[in-house]
Structure formats: structure tokens, C-alpha cells
């Protein structure tokens, strides 16, 4: 394929209509707003929610809240955007030559000519140094996770090339903070933290499959490999595996975390979290068309909510 012209005044194909970015941004800016995905914040959501599971379980088990918890989760808040803008600046700097060939893509930043490889490479520099400023602010041993986490980062961009599993590695990088934040509350990793760790991964192979789904004719085109073009007409069934696994590690993690110190009432209330998360994945199998790429962004963006669920119940625990 060929590449072709951006969408009006530079705006990204699949950005979120009206837009902060591309509506109220200075227009200096907005290359660089857009090359983090600033355009469309469901990227930082899903980043931020497993930090906000693994500080609201730690509390549970800890059956402690301090002012500094709420530091913790403002700077994993702002870690979230800045730590995703500059992982997808990065993405978009591997992927510059495949980009320009896929539909959905091709209008990024990078291919589209509104930004320049050097041009990105310090924006993504500028983002990570800042993100390690906040993360400086935690305890020791979250700053080493912290560090630790560029590993998965850094692969993630490239699995796409030697593995029909990329979605793993994306699973890998973007629930880190489940066990940064567990360990920013408590000084030490624990294994509640690990579990909620795995459940989150599962979770980020189900909507990242759904994701996927709007590529796959291009990918196949260019060779990028995916779960979703390896799952195939299969992909309900593997989505239904996706979802149990997520639903059952998470509720052992819930039930590791509160059973040292928390009571009853707090576990079945916490319980409640990821039972109704998985019933909210399985309202989006319902609706799920591998074949609509709309109905793909639209599933793919209300797994915001799906990750919201059951932090609202964790934070109803932390209060009987």
C-alpha cells in the first residue's frame, strides 16, 4: 500500500471525537500530544487501573490509608500518562515503516510527516525523565520495579514480529503497576500483587484481541502477527478462556489479600469486584463482531469501565 495524506489538520484516524488535544491544545503541540496518544485517553486508563488495584488491595491487607497513599496514586496517575505517552512514542518510532501501510494507522504522527524520528525520540526522552521524577517519590524497592518495568516496555513494540502472542507482552508492560503500587504502599512485593499481576495480563489479552480485530487484513498483508489473526473465527471461545482466568486470579488475589487482617464482610464485598468485571467482559462477547472494526474500538474503549468496576468495590471494602 501506498501512503496517504493525513486526516484534516493532521488529526489521528481513530482519535476520540472532540478531542481536548484537537480541539483545545496549542497547534505547536499537537504532533506531539497526538504521538502519545494524548488524542485518546482509553491507553492511559488502562494503565492506571491496575496501579489503583494493586494500592486499594495493598490497603486492604494492610487495613492502613494514609495522605501518601493519595500521593501514590496521583503519581501513579501521572506516571500512566506519561509513562504511555512515551511507550507509545516509542512504539510509533519502531513501527514508522509498518504504520504508514495500515489504514487505521497510517495518519500517526510519524508517517503522516508531522513529527520527525529525532523529533520523537526527545519528546519520548523528555516524558521518561519526567515520569522518573514522580517515581523517585515512592519507596525504594517500587523505584526498582519501576526501572525494571522499561524491560517489557522495550520488547513490547517488537513481539508483533516473532510471536502470534504480542498481546502477552503488552500484558506484561501495561499492568506493571499492579505490583509497583502494591509495593509502593507496603515497602515489599507480595504475592496478592503477583496474582492480581497475571489476572491483569488475562484481562489485556481479552481487550487487546478485540483490538486487534481491526487489523487484521493489513497485518496479514505485512506479516504482523497478533492473537487476534491466530484466533481467527476462534476468537470468542479463546475471549471466554481470557475471561475466566482474569475473573479467577483476581478473586484469589482478593481473597490473599484480605484474609491476614480484613474482615468478612470486606472480602465478600471485594469479592464482588471481579465477579462483576466478569460480567461486564461478557456483555462486550455478546456484542463482539470480529468483522466490524467500529464495533472493535467501541468494545475495546469500554474496557475503561470493565477495569473501574471493581476498583469501586475495592474502595467500598477499604470502608466497613
Not at 56 to 82: K, P, R, Y
Not at 216 to 227: P, Q
Not at 231 to 244: E, K, S, V, Y
Request: with cysteine; charged share 10%; net charge neutral.
Amino acid at each position: 500500500m501506498t501512503n496517504t495524506h493525513p486526516t484534516p489538520d493532521g488529526q489521528v484516524a481513530d482519535a476520540v471525537t472532540d478531542n481536548w488535544v484537537d480541539t483545545w491544545a496549542p497547534a505547536a503541540t499537537r504532533p506531539y500530544l497526538r504521538l502519545s496518544r494524548a488524542d485518546r485517553p482509553i491507553g492511559t486508563w488502562l494503565l492506571l487501573l491496575p496501579c489503583l488495584w494493586g494500592l486499594t488491595l495493598a490497603m486492604l491487607l494492610t487495613q492502613s490509608a494514609s495522605w501518601h497513599d493519595a500521593w501514590i496514586a496521583a503519581g501513579c496517575a501521572a506516571g500512566a500518562f506519561l509513562m504511555r505517552g512515551a511507550g507509545c512514542t516509542w512504539n510509533d518510532i519502531t513501527d514508522r515503516d509498518f504504520d504508514g501501510q495500515v489504514e487505521r494507522t497510517r495518519s500517526r504522527p510519524i508517517p503522516s510527516g508531522q513529527v520527525t524520528v529525532k523529533g520523537s525520540v526527545i519528546w519520548m526522552c523528555l516524558q521518561a525523565l519526567i515520569a522518573f521524577g514522580v517515581l523517585l517519590t515512592f519507596h525504594v524497592n517500587a523505584i526498582l520495579l519501576g526501572i525494571l518495568a522499561l524491560v517489557p516496555v522495550a520488547v513490547y513494540p517488537f513481539a508483533k514480529r516473532f510471536t502470534w502472542w504480542p498481546q502477552v507482552f503488552l500484558g506484561l508492560a501495561f499492568n506493571w503497576g499492579a505490583l509497583l503500587a502494591w509495593t509502593a504502599h507496603t515497602g515489599s512485593l507480595g504475592a496478592p500483587a503477583v496474582v492480581l499481576y497475571l489476572a491483569g495480563i488475562a484481562w489485556t489479552l481479552f481487550y487487546d484481541t478485540i483490538y486487534a480485530h481491526q487489523d487484521t487484513e493489513d497485518d496479514a498483508l505485512i506479516g504482523i502477527k497478533s492473537t487476534a489473526r491466530l484466533f481467527g473465527t476462534n476468537t470468542a471461545p479463546w475471549l471466554r478462556r481470557f475471561l475466566m482466568v482474569t475473573v479467577g486470579l483476581m478473586g484469589i488475589a482478593v481473597i490473599f489479600a484480605a484474609l491476614p487482617n480484613a474482615s468478612v464482610l470486606a472480602m465478600v464485598l471485594a469479592l464482588g469486584g471481579p465477579w462483576a468485571m466478569g460480567w461486564h467482559m461478557v456483555w462486550q462477547l455478546r456484542g463482539l463482531d470480529i468483522d466490524n472494526p467500529d464495533k472493535c474500538l467501541q468494545l475495546f474503549r469500554a474496557n475503561r469501565d470493565t477495569g473501574m468496576i471493581p476498583l469501586v468495590f475495592f474502595g467500598i471494602a477499604l470502608l466497613v
